[in-house]
């Protein structure tokens, strides 16, 4: 048994149009089961464009499965061009949204200062961030996995209260797992993620520390993901790959059986 509830989230990335979103969506209520909502949350981190075709489905079909965005503005309307705002996603019910993610802060120039202004973006509109933080392979063969990964913890949480605080959901990848089939070992995850954890009691005190939910996420797969799981600090996954694969997502789900 698990101290929080599991949150196994597929972040689909740039891929899935709005008909093979619905598709994929259906594929996965076929087969999840009300068991398996109650042992785990399951969601799925979608482009903007399929947001309006999964919420009519999920709404429709009175699905358990939840969804959101992958990125949010940091302002809540005006002259943004190409930009989606909190306004917007909480209106088609997202209940997360990823933020700072490494491939935005890789390719978008995302900086701390800028993903603790989504990050309050989202909590301002009632939606909650899964904040994503996580080392370069660089950083990790220095041995600085750890102060890298709370400098970005400590940056994106920066004048939080700690009433939001305790809803953030936080994903720890570490950058060279990501997409290249080289995942953490299970002590390498629990190192980071229970660092995390104490750097929440730091900034805020016990009871936030225990609530929120740290998962790791990095070339995770059905096959991999008992071991991840049994670390006590560990309590889920962001999947990027394997999410687009219904049979291996709902494998993730049942990571316990
Ligand atoms: C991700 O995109 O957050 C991710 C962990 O990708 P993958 O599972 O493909 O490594």
Redesign the pocket.
Known sequence: THARTPLMAG?W?MNLNHLEAIAHVQKLAFSLTDADYEAVEVAVLAPFTDLRSVQTLVDGDKLKIKYGAQDISAHDSGAYTGEVSGPMLAKLKCSYV?IG???RREYHGETDELVNAKVKAAFRNDIVPIL?VGEGLDVRKAGRQVPHTLAQVDGALAGLPAEQAARIVI?Y?PVW????GEVATPEDAQEVCAAIRGRLAELYDAQVADAVRILY????KASNAAGIMAKPDVDGA??????LVADEFVGIVRFDQ
């Not at 962001?238 to 999410?243: E, N």
């Open positions: 972040n990335k990823a993610h490494s491939e994503c994903a990848e797992a990501i997409g290249t996420g990095g070339s995770v962001l999947v990027g790959g394997a999410s």
